[in-house]
């Protein structure tokens, strides 16, 4: 599931994903997404829930196809992107794949959301 985060700083977008993923999960995300890359500054808090599971069918491709077809296209826009979790293998993967991600990255934990809604508003 994507919960589309409501308690954000002005210019910060963001989603909690939690659960398992699908492909109608991403479809539905879409349009929030497109709206997102409407803006010349992207700024963006993930939530990746305890009880998040990955991806089910079809929803590998279609983050893929959003998540990287955003970035190609809109690579420029991204100023701070702040992802929230507890999960050790996330903060693994960030950390492998940051030199892929435009902007800034950082990992806060679940605790701290806080501090990355301020962060990501910087």
Do not use: C
């Not at 929803?59 to 690579?75: C, I, M, P, T, V």
Request: proline share 3%; no cysteine.
């Amino acid at each position: 599931m994507i919960e589309v985060l409501s308690d954000l700083p002005a210019g910060v977008s963001g989603i909690r994903v939690s659960g398992r993923l699908n492909r109608e999960d991403m479809r539905g995300f879409k349009p929030t997404m497109d709206e997102l890359l409407r803006t010349d500054e992207i700024r963006f808090v993930e939530v990746i829930a305890d009880d998040y599971q990955g991806f089910g069918p079809g929803g590998l491709a279609e983050d893929l196809k959003l998540g990287f077809g955003a970035l190609f296209r809109h690579h420029a826009a991204f100023k701070r992107i702040a992802v929230v979790s507890d999960k050790e293998w996330v903060a693994h993967t960030l950390h492998a794949l940051a030199w892929m991600v435009p902007g800034e990255l950082s990992l806060f934990r679940l605790g701290d959301l806080d501090q990355a809604k301020t962060w990501a508003a910087g």
